[in-house]
Nanobody
């Protein structure tokens, strides 16, 4: 069981920046792949970025060069630095962890944090 809580969302003008944070509790997430996803109204939830326990990252094409995912295992947190935001980035952003144990695979989501890019 892992609890994830996102924070840092808000209203920002086009071209601006935001930094999202995800705090995990219940267990240490240092061994797991963490991810950020987003979902806009009327659209399917989509992958934004992932980061492995070793720090290897993967980004969706639409955020490459603009967003950076990072983790601090000592603090049990994952962050998403978002730069050069545009209106198409408006969505609810969710933190995610997925891992497999002998008992099966487990997926946990945070409650989401709203990011609105508008002038």
């Amino acid at each position: 069981q892992v609890q994830l809580v996102e924070s840092g969302g808000g209203l920002v003008q086009p071209g601006g920046s935001l930094r999202l944070s995800c705090a995990a509790s219940g267990r240490s997430i240092g061994f797991y792949v963490m991810g950020w996803y987003r979902q806009a109204p009327g659209k399917q939830r989509e992958l934004v970025a992932t980061i492995t326990s070793g720090g290897s990252t993967n980004y969706a094409d639409f955020v490459k060069g603009r967003f950076t995912i990072s983790r601090d295992n000592a603090k049990n947190t994952v962050a998403l630095q978002m730069n050069s935001l545009n209106a198409e980035d408006t969505a609810v952003y969710y933190c995610n962890v997925r891992y497999t144990l002998a008992s099966g695979s487990y997926t946990y989501w945070g409650q989401g944090t709203q990011v609105t890019v508008s002038s």
